[in-house]
């Protein structure tokens, strides 16, 4: 490929080649995480919506606005939604997609065709449970528990059930793809402790993907075998145990906590190096970390049985494992904070977003510990302390980490500038209304606010009603982003190669990166995050 | 696959069209070791997938061992057996249509993928006959007057033909996937794709067969053979 002039137009893949069909039957990684971006911004809109309802109707203390088999359906929707068709695929189908195989100097992932077939699949997951949706919704809850699931209910459970199951191919073949592609696909020099750490929470996260979630697919398939040919394998009825369906739906749904969360560290652990201009400090403990957080993540799934009639020695053994997870989760909040020390410390948007991650994240995760602990967790169990907790992970963690990655990486995927004002604004916004939404729910729910219910007694409402609002405000946040970034695709000033002075491979190629990434498979004699090595480039506002 | 870019900079890429080096690969070695690596870890999924039907297996019958004894006694113990021989048969004949690919030998690989799929088919058809069997003797949990009616074992025995038909159906459902990868292979090898340099897909879809045999070994003994070496 010969350097074109600057002025000319050079060739990126966003302008390889133009039509429906070439972005449908795309190879290109960078592409199919586009498709991706498209893909989950709608399933959250649709998640955020059901949210958005379940809030209106906790306005009040009477269930005035929706019968409660509605509100029912409406928390199993919000959950399946968000969980299985936002969450696990956020950050890793899209970011992930995109700058892996850039990270590493490759020119796509091991597998493009697989790539694709895995984004095909989550449509076609999101198709049955749209259909659920649309042709009378679901109230199993988004965990399925039987007997209920397979017995009782009467909703559209086996079309949900059959999304999330080939959902769950498209997760499995994401992790597959990114374990192959990192042990097989790095550029000359990459070595393992040169990757950044991006690379290795998503190699920890495709672990997961790859060991977990083929257990809940067989355990929705012996569900789907229950409803459709009224086999019996957990049904009491019979002698069956429908605890063994807790463990087994567990497994992987404790596991897929980390899904989550772990990619949403990666982002954390990029921003914060490249707004201090430091090295993650400690890179292998960050590095190991991660990997520990896979292991023990798998050991721990117990604390989700602790009053299911789990055994009491299990409970006991797993509410001891699950607090070994603090411990290299605390090692990352700390190395990110030991590496803003003496640091050149820039408040760039994306930085905002990981300053929000870091707290709420460690909000989320010290709440953990309180529902690990066995007596504690009787108290808050089936309450809002537990949705607090989680959404503290999730939202204030995960969607933190996914928002600030977009912001930081926008500029390289697009070619253009965000408006930096509206963006900061928005990130402050976002971070006000989460915490006025689930900080009551903490109260809430240790003065024994259930979850799941429509209808609560007059003392709980100031709490509702300020938890209310804070969903409103953190609805506009979330819009804000939406506007601004459609609006910076023709409007933003152009950002150049390296806007930010990042150090990682995918800043040492154009903006927006050509087809194959680089001109020229890079050679790495660096170690990562090594800003000695770094030109960065001026914003330039005439590209418009 | 396009070919027009440019990036085979590393000479020894362009020997020959069979080898089929894709664009994202430098080199072919790193190509098959990707192809290998990737099966592998699919397969270690698969473990996974059919692991936890294992594992409710193992919890019932370690619960109710006198039910899964009795009605693990009710299976048809030589249909069982034939149907483990023809897949042992099975993965010898894809073992040596797999070394044919490593020798390039054309017809051999065809020969030998016909035959083993003949076998997939032959395990297919025996099974659905034993499953038919399975609907004329009432020992379909779903329908009435279902084995050992009448008594307070019932439920039990329903949770044994419950599993035996979940893991041997989703055992089946991998054996027609793995006979239309062979197809798939066939029609490639008699497009001339494979080459002693290039014959990766045939090794893998070597790999699949062998692990869904595998599964059936464990499934034949967990399934026909509990209690069979007491005297009756």
Same mark, same amino acid.
């Given at each position: 490929?010969?350097?074109?002039?600057?002025?000319?137009?050079?060739?990126?893949?966003?302008?390889?080649?133009?039509?429906?069909?070439?972005?449908?039957?795309?190879?290109?990684?960078?592409?199919?995480?586009?498709?991706?971006?498209?893909?989950?911004?709608?399933?959250?809109?649709?998640?955020?919506?059901?949210?958005?309802?379940?809030?209106?109707?906790?306005?009040?203390?009477?269930?005035?606005?929706?019968?409660?088999?509605?509100?029912?359906?409406?928390?199993?929707?919000?959950?399946?939604?968000?969980?299985?068709?936002?969450?696990?695929?956020?950050?890793?189908?899209?970011?992930?997609?995109?700058?892996?195989?850039?990270?590493?100097?490759?020119?796509?992932?091991?597998?493009?065709?697989?790539?694709?077939?895995?984004?095909?699949?989550?449509?076609?997951?999101?198709?049955?449970?749209?259909?659920?949706?649309?042709?009378?919704?679901?109230?199993?809850?988004?965990?399925?528990?039987?007997?209920?699931?397979?017995?009782?209910?009467?909703?559209?459970?086996?079309?949900?059930?059959?999304?999330?199951?080939?959902?769950?191919?498209?997760?499995?073949?994401?992790?597959?793809?990114?374990?192959?592609?990192?042990?097989?696909?790095?550029?000359?020099?990459?070595?393992?402790?040169?990757?950044?750490?991006?690379?290795?929470?998503?190699?920890?996260?495709?672990?997961?993907?790859?060991?977990?979630?083929?257990?809940?697919?067989?355990?929705?398939?012996?569900?789907?075998?229950?409803?459709?040919?009224?086999?019996?394998?957990?049904?009491?009825?019979?002698?069956?145990?429908?605890?063994?369906?807790?463990?087994?739906?567990?497994?992987?749904?404790?596991?897929?906590?980390?899904?989550?969360?772990?990619?949403?560290?990666?982002?954390?652990?990029?921003?914060?190096?490249?707004?201090?201009?430091?090295?993650?400090?400690?890179?292998?403990?960050?590095?190991?970390?991660?990997?520990?957080?896979?292991?023990?993540?798998?050991?721990?799934?117990?604390?989700?049985?602790?009053?299911?009639?789990?055994?009491?020695?299990?409970?006991?053994?797993?509410?001891?494992?699950?607090?070994?997870?603090?411990?290299?989760?605390?090692?990352?909040?700390?190395?990110?904070?030991?590496?803003?020390?003496?640091?050149?410390?820039?408040?760039?948007?994306?930085?905002?977003?990981?300053?929000?991650?870091?707290?709420?994240?460690?909000?989320?995760?010290?709440?953990?510990?309180?529902?690990?602990?066995?007596?504690?967790?009787?108290?808050?169990?089936?309450?809002?302390?537990?949705?607090?907790?989680?959404?503290?992970?999730?939202?204030?963690?995960?969607?933190?980490?996914?928002?600030?990655?977009?912001?930081?990486?926008?500029?390289?995927?697009?070619?253009?500038?965000?408006?930096?004002?509206?963006?900061?604004?928005?990130?402050?916004?976002?971070?006000?209304?989460?915490?006025?939404?689930?900080?009551?729910?903490?109260?809430?729910?240790?003065?024994?606010?259930?979850?799941?219910?429509?209808?609560?007694?007059?003392?709980?409402?100031?709490?509702?009603?300020?938890?209310?609002?804070?969903?409103?405000?953190?609805?506009?946040?979330?819009?804000?982003?939406?506007?601004?970034?459609?609006?910076?695709?023709?409007?933003?000033?152009?950002?150049?190669?390296?806007?930010?002075?990042?150090?990682?491979?995918?800043?040492?190629?154009?903006?927006?990166?050509?087809?194959?990434?680089?001109?020229?498979?890079?050679?790495?004699?660096?170690?990562?995050?090594?800003?000695?090595?770094?030109?960065?480039?001026?914003?330039?506002?005439?590209?418009? | 696959?396009?070919?027009?870019?440019?990036?085979?900079?590393?000479?020894?890429?362009?020997?020959?069209?069979?080898?089929?080096?894709?664009?994202?690969?430098?080199?072919?070695?790193?190509?098959?070791?990707?192809?290998?690596?990737?099966?592998?870890?699919?397969?270690?999924?698969?473990?996974? /997938? !059919? =692991?936890? +039907? @294992? %594992?409710?297996?193992?919890? $019932?019958?370690?619960?109710?061992?006198?039910?899964?004894?009795?009605?693990?006694?009710?299976?048809?113990?030589?249909?069982?057996?034939?149907?483990?021989?023809?897949?042992?048969?099975?993965?010898?004949?894809?073992?040596?249509?797999?070394?044919?690919?490593?020798?390039?030998?054309?017809?051999?690989?065809?020969?030998?993928?016909?035959?083993?799929? /003949? !076998? =997939?088919? +032959? @395990? %297919?058809?025996?099974?659905? $006959?034993?499953?038919?069997?399975?609907?004329?003797?009432?020992?379909?949990?779903?329908?009435?007057?279902?084995?050992?009616?009448?008594?307070?074992?019932?439920?039990?025995?329903?949770?044994?033909?419950?599993?035996?038909?979940?893991?041997?159906?989703?055992?089946?459902?991998?054996?027609?996937?793995?006979?239309?990868?062979?197809?798939?292979?066939?029609?490639?090898?008699?497009?001339?794709?494979?080459?002693?340099? $290039?014959?990766?897909?045939?090794?893998?879809?070597?790999?699949?067969?062998?692990?869904?045999?595998?599964?059936?070994?464990?499934?034949?003994?967990?399934?026909?053979?509990?209690?069979?070496?007491?005297?009756?």
């Amino acid at each position: 490929m010969a350097t074109a002039a600057i002025t000319a137009e050079r060739e990126t893949y966003l302008n390889s080649a133009y039509g429906l069909k070439s972005w449908l039957l795309t190879k290109d990684h960078k592409r199919i995480a586009v498709l991706y971006f498209i893909t989950i911004s709608i399933f959250f809109a649709i998640g955020g919506t059901f949210a958005g309802l379940i809030r209106l109707e906790l306005l009040t203390p009477e269930g005035d606005l929706v019968s409660s088999e509605t509100y029912n359906k409406l928390f199993t929707m919000h959950g399946v939604i968000m969980v299985f068709f936002f969450l696990i695929p956020s950050i890793p189908a899209t970011l992930g997609n995109f700058f892996l195989p850039m990270m590493i100097g490759a020119r796509d992932l091991a597998f493009p065709r697989i790539n694709l077939l895995s984004w095909y699949l989550l449509i076609a997951g999101g198709a049955f449970a749209i259909f659920a949706m649309v042709a009378g919704g679901v109230d199993t809850g988004w965990t399925f528990y039987t007997p209920y699931s397979t017995s009782y209910s009467t909703t559209y459970v086996i079309a949900t059930a059959l999304g999330i199951f080939i959902a769950g191919f498209s997760s499995i073949l994401t992790g597959l793809n990114f374990v192959v592609t990192v042990h097989r696909m790095r550029a000359p020099g990459m070595t393992w402790f040169r990757l950044p750490l991006f690379v290795w929470s998503h190699y920890a996260t495709s672990l997961i993907q790859v060991l977990g979630t083929p257990v809940i697919a067989v355990t929705l398939f012996l569900v789907l075998c229950e409803r459709l040919f009224h086999l019996g394998i957990f049904d009491p009825a019979l002698g069956g145990d429908p605890v063994l369906f807790q463990h087994l739906f567990w497994f992987y749904s404790h596991p897929a906590v980390y899904i989550m969360v772990l990619p949403g560290m990666a982002v954390i652990s990029e921003i914060v190096s490249t707004f201090s201009r430091k090295p993650v400090y400690g890179y292998a403990f960050v590095a190991f970390s991660s990997m520990a957080i896979a292991v023990i993540g798998f050991l721990v799934w117990g604390h989700h049985l602790f009053v299911s009639g789990q055994s009491l020695y299990a409970g006991l053994v797993f509410s001891f494992l699950s607090y070994f997870v603090a411990i290299p989760s605390a090692v990352k909040v700390f190395n990110w904070t030991a590496t803003l020390y003496r640091g050149s410390i820039s408040y760039d948007t994306p930085m905002l977003y990981a300053f929000g991650f870091i707290g709420l994240f460690t909000i989320g995760g010290l709440t953990g510990l309180f529902v690990a602990s066995l007596g504690m967790d009787v108290h808050v169990t089936d309450t809002y302390f537990v949705i607090a907790h989680f959404h503290y992970v999730m939202v204030g963690g995960t969607i933190m980490a996914y928002l600030g990655g977009v912001h930081y990486w926008w500029p390289k995927m697009t070619g253009r500038m965000y408006p930096e004002g509206f963006a900061k604004l928005s990130a402050l916004v976002i971070f006000i209304g989460f915490n006025l939404t689930f900080f009551p729910q903490f109260i809430l729910g240790y003065l024994g606010m259930p979850r799941r219910y429509h209808e609560y007694s007059q003392e709980f409402q100031l709490l509702h009603v300020l938890s209310s609002a804070g969903a409103s405000v953190l609805a506009v946040g979330y819009i804000m982003p939406a506007i601004y970034f459609l609006w910076s695709l023709r409007y933003g000033p152009v950002a150049g190669a390296n806007p930010w002075g990042a150090s990682g491979l995918e800043w040492r190629t154009p903006s927006p990166p050509p087809t194959h990434n680089f001109d020229r498979i890079p050679v790495v004699t660096f170690d990562a995050y090594d800003y000695s090595t770094v030109i960065p480039t001026e914003v330039n506002d005439v590209g418009h | 696959m396009d070919t027009s870019s440019t990036h085979l900079e590393t000479g020894a890429a362009h020997e020959a069209e069979t080898l089929a080096l894709r664009e994202q690969f430098d080199t072919e070695e790193q190509q098959r070791d990707a192809a290998t690596l990737g099966m592998w870890v699919f397969l270690i999924t698969e473990i996974l /997938f !059919f =692991g936890g +039907a @294992f %594992l409710a297996y193992t919890i $019932y019958r370690s619960s109710y061992p006198a039910v899964f004894g009795l009605a693990s006694s009710s299976l048809n113990l030589p249909i069982g057996a034939t149907n483990t021989c023809v897949l042992l048969l099975s993965s010898f004949t894809m073992v040596m249509a797999v070394r044919a690919g490593q020798l390039g030998q054309r017809k051999a690989i065809i020969i030998f993928l016909i035959i083993t799929m /003949f !076998f =997939g088919l +032959a @395990f %297919l058809g025996i099974k659905a $006959y034993e499953w038919t069997e399975k609907f004329e003797e009432h020992h379909v949990p779903a329908l009435s007057n279902f084995f050992l009616e009448g008594t307070s074992l019932q439920g039990q025995a329903k949770i044994f033909f419950s599993l035996y038909f979940a893991m041997t159906g989703l055992h089946a459902l991998h054996m027609v996937v793995g006979v239309g990868i062979l197809l798939f292979i066939i029609w490639k090898t008699s497009q001339g794709t494979y080459s002693p340099e $290039y014959y990766t897909p045939i090794d893998i879809a070597g790999l699949y067969w062998h692990f869904v045999d595998l599964v059936w070994i464990f499934l034949f003994p967990l399934f026909y053979l509990i209690d069979r070496h007491l005297p009756r």
